[in-house]
């Protein structure tokens, strides 16, 4: 069945990295996704990575993408206050299928 | 990428009535989507909507329920119907970007049922 789980909250200090992980379950998904929902607004694609890529790097994002383990990640280099947000990753097959969010929070 | 405006951005409405949510992309698109967004949960797709036929609805939505429109490739509604407090909801269109597969999200109608 389709299923994208993530880890629900990530809490990190100001300049540090974030790691947000997410798990899916087809392997037949050709694009994966990473939006980010701030308060009270729609979604931002943030990126996206094509199936048969290991790696994609976007000035501070980093996405990593092992097709084995069914395993994306992104990861948010110095991370800033305006980073905290609730972040979806996502997978497409016949349609969008969602991740459960994880809410980053950045303190001082 | 595309420029989505999605009204009313929010309401609040009393259970029994019905609410009509409009979409308008800024340009001429194939394929809209509605999704909903229960609170402090993921998004879930209600249905595609295809100019010039009916909506098709995934899984747990009916048309009674959730009626849309698409009388153009730029414009779409959803009607949540009959409301009560369960459907209240963030409710969100997305269309699928021009030769591209990604997603372009408007900012979202934030429902409260009371």
């Known amino acids: 069945g389709e299923d994208v789980e993530q880890s629900l909250f990530l809490s990190v200090r100001e300049g540090d990295s974030s790691v947000i992980n997410c798990t899916y379950t087809?392997?037949?998904?050709?694009?994966l996704y990473w939006y980010k929902q701030e308060p009270g607004a729609g979604l931002q694609l943030l990126t996206y990575?094509?199936?048969?890529?290991d790696m994609k790097q976007d000035q501070r994002l980093t996405v990593l993408l092992n097709k084995k383990d069914k395993h994306l990640s992104l990861r948010i280099a110095d991370t800033q206050t305006g980073d905290s947000a609730i972040y979806f990753c996502a997978e497409i097959t016949d349609k969008l299928i969602f991740g459960t969010g994880t809410r980053l929070q950045v303190f001082p | 990428s595309a420029v989505i405006s999605q009204k009313p951005s929010r309401d609040i409405c009393q259970r029994g009535t019905s609410l009509t949510i409009q979409c308008q992309v800024d340009?001429?698109?194939?394929?809209m989507f509605w999704y909903r967004q229960q609170p402090g949960q993921s998004l879930t797709l209600i249905a595609t909507a295809n100019q010039g036929s009916e909506a098709t609805y995934e899984s747990g939505f009916v048309i009674d329920k959730f009626p849309i429109s698409r009388p153009n490739l730029t414009f779409s509604t959803l009607t949540v119907s009959n409301m009560s407090p369960e459907d209240s909801s963030i409710y969100l269109c997305?269309?699928?970007?021009?030769?591209?597969?990604?997603?372009?999200f408007g900012q979202g109608t934030r429902l409260t049922v009371v």
């Open positions: 340009s001429q698109v194939t394929m």
């Open positions: 990575i094509f199936s048969n890529m």
């Open positions: 087809d392997s037949s998904s050709t694009y």
């Open positions: 997305s269309v699928e970007g021009r030769g591209t597969t990604e997603a372009f």
